[in-house]
């Protein structure tokens, strides 16, 4: 009997010596975020269905003063996406909802294209619609005074005259496809997203402190307030859009406890919803999108991992999980400044050691040859973006490095034509031939098309060529190319003199994803220009003037 509870005791005080030893590690990992009168974070660790790791940093409100706590509502950014997946799960269930139906059928005011956008394609950002975000930034919109809502994305998904790429053909990220499928599941309930999902799916799952905002003058008890840090100290822009779906919802780390378990597989009510949102379509290369229902489906250090991360103005979030070891990681931020996605790879690591399991699952190393790594190096472009990528093979050792980077980042192959950062692995670079795009690059499963480049020097150009007035009738805006100290600039409403650089042959930058591709006509004179915008706009026509 001595010998049992000394077997126990000595387990039980090991395990609680291991608990409070990851603890203080995360401890380490938050400890620059702790900052004195600053807005800060929330952050549940699960384990085992149950919270093993809690901790509210920084301030809430800075007008009162209020710390983050366990019971904060946070924003989720697009976490939001796969409980607007979940609320077209009911629909669904219910048999008021397919998969493969034409979303013409509740969205008349959709344009026919030449093949139909199905409920599936917007749940896993395949349909071609361009993202509302960026259709506004190029059209003029002014964000801290002009009012959107739900009209208001509709009315530009309306206005498209072709989409980026074949229903279906491929993962594209583009907030549209979730405000649209709000609107749709608003039409068949009756209800607002809000009401439906707090009907559905926030009771059932105990989920009490969670919401969709669905207009800006409720009243939320709790709530963390967005910051952005300035030179000058820490600011909040007032709130005059109504948009959701995509984003724009609020919960706690208690309650996402409880949507981790689901996603997990540990709610029997809910192992249907959790299959649901975790299955991958099939592309027509053969291969699975990584994104599936409003979670991404990817691999980490030999597991399958699902996650999402958010970003909006004044806060980020990131929700990672692991169903084979029950571990999940909820983080929500109320300081823009604040990235959460490279601290929960961090803290995965604490749980994942290398055991023999892991050996196993990784057991084949891929050993790249030489003549391989050598047919990667080049120039590369993102499609439809001036984002520009180089691929060097230095000692042997493949590396990449982006325009703003200071320094290479060193790869290492895990398959064939498949790398990952050395030190990141949730970063992967495919070089699988595909005639569409030569590299795919995904981040946490989100992924990013490039093709090869032949960049050129921008004093072998002569910018005059391009100065003028082009007008786009989908856009209803005029864009003034000009030309000053050799350089070329663009304005347009709400924006001024924007200096652009050279890409490849006729075409510039704003460096922060945006294509200027200038066109000629048979006397070799630019008579068009096509604008391309952050990997999901492709090529909407403006005329020259």
Not at 56 to 83: C, H, P, R, V, W
Not at 437 to 444: A, E, K, N, P, S
Not at 445 to 461: L, M, N, Q, W
């Amino acid at each position: 009997m001595k010998n049992y509870i000394l077997f126990f005791t000595l387990l039980f005080t090991s395990q609680f010596i291991k608990a409070q030893n990851v603890s203080s590690e995360i401890d380490s990992i938050l400890q620059k975020h702790e900052q004195p009168n600053s807005p800060g974070l929330g952050i549940g660790v699960i384990k085992g269905g149950k919270i093993i790791y809690s901790k509210s940093i920084g301030i809430a409100t800075l007008e009162y003063n209020i710390k983050n706590s366990d019971s904060t509502i946070f924003s989720l950014a697009s976490i939001a996406k796969q409980f607007t997946a979940a609320c077209a799960w009911v629909l669904i269930k219910e048999n008021k909802l397919s998969l493969d139906d034409d979303i013409r059928k509740y969205l008349p005011e959709i344009q026919k294209h030449h093949q139909a956008i199905k409920v599936r394609h917007l749940l896993n950002h395949t349909s071609g619609l361009s993202n509302y975000h960026s259709l506004m930034y190029l059209s003029g919109f002014d964000y801290d005074k002009e009012y959107y809502d739900n009209s208001t994305v509709l009315k530009l998904a309306t206005k498209q005259g072709k989409l980026n790429n074949n229903p279906g053909e491929k993962v594209v990220y583009a907030n549209t496809n979730y405000n649209l499928l709000a609107i749709i599941i608003e039409r068949i309930s009756g209800m607002n997203l809000h009401e439906f999902a707090k009907e559905k799916l926030f009771i059932p799952l105990e989920m009490q402190n969670t919401l969709v905002r669905i207009e800006n003058n409720t009243i939320i008890k709790n709530k963390a307030v967005g910051y952005q840090k300035t030179k000058d100290g820490f600011i909040q822009l007032p709130r005059i859009q109504t948009s959701y779906g995509a984003g724009s919802m609020g919960s706690t780390v208690k309650d996402m406890t409880r949507w981790i378990n689901m996603l997990n597989g540990d709610n029997p009510k809910f192992i249907e919803l959790s299959q649901f949102l975790t299955t991958l379509e099939k592309l027509p290369s053969g291969k699975k999108a990584k994104y599936a229902r409003g979670v991404m489906v990817d691999d980490y250090k030999g597991f399958t991992t699902i996650s999402h991360s958010g970003y909006g103005w004044g806060g980020q979030s990131q929700l990672i999980t692991i169903p084979e070891k029950k571990l999940g990681i909820i983080i929500m931020t109320n300081l823009e400044s604040i990235n959460p996605s490279p601290i929960s790879y961090e803290i995965l690591d604490l749980f994942l050691p290398k055991t023999k399991a892991i050996k196993e699952k990784s057991a084949k190393k891929y050993k790249a040859k030489s003549k391989d790594l050598e047919s990667f190096v080049g120039q590369y472009k993102e499609i439809n973006s001036d984002m520009k990528m180089e691929i060097l093979l230095e000692n042997d050792t493949l590396k990449s490095k982006g325009a703003r980077a200071k320094k290479p980042t060193g790869l290492k192959g895990f398959e064939k034509n498949k790398f990952h950062r050395i030190n990141s692995e949730s970063v992967k670079y495919d070089f699988t031939k595909n005639e569409k795009h030569d590299l795919v690059i995904t981040f946490g499963g989100t992924p990013f098309y490039f093709k090869r480049a032949y960049f050129i020097d921008s004093k072998t150009v002569d910018v005059n060529e391009f100065v003028g007035k082009y007008y786009s009738e989908e856009l209803d805006v005029t864009y003034n190319f000009f030309e000053k100290q050799g350089i070329l600039y663009l304005s347009y409403k709400n924006h001024e003199n924007i200096a652009l650089s050279t890409v490849q042959k006729d075409e510039f930058g704003n460096n922060d994803r945006t294509l200027y591709y200038f066109t000629r006509n048979s006397k070799n004179e630019i008579d068009k220009m096509l604008l391309s915008c952050d990997g999901s706009i492709s090529e909407i026509e403006f005329i020259k003037q």
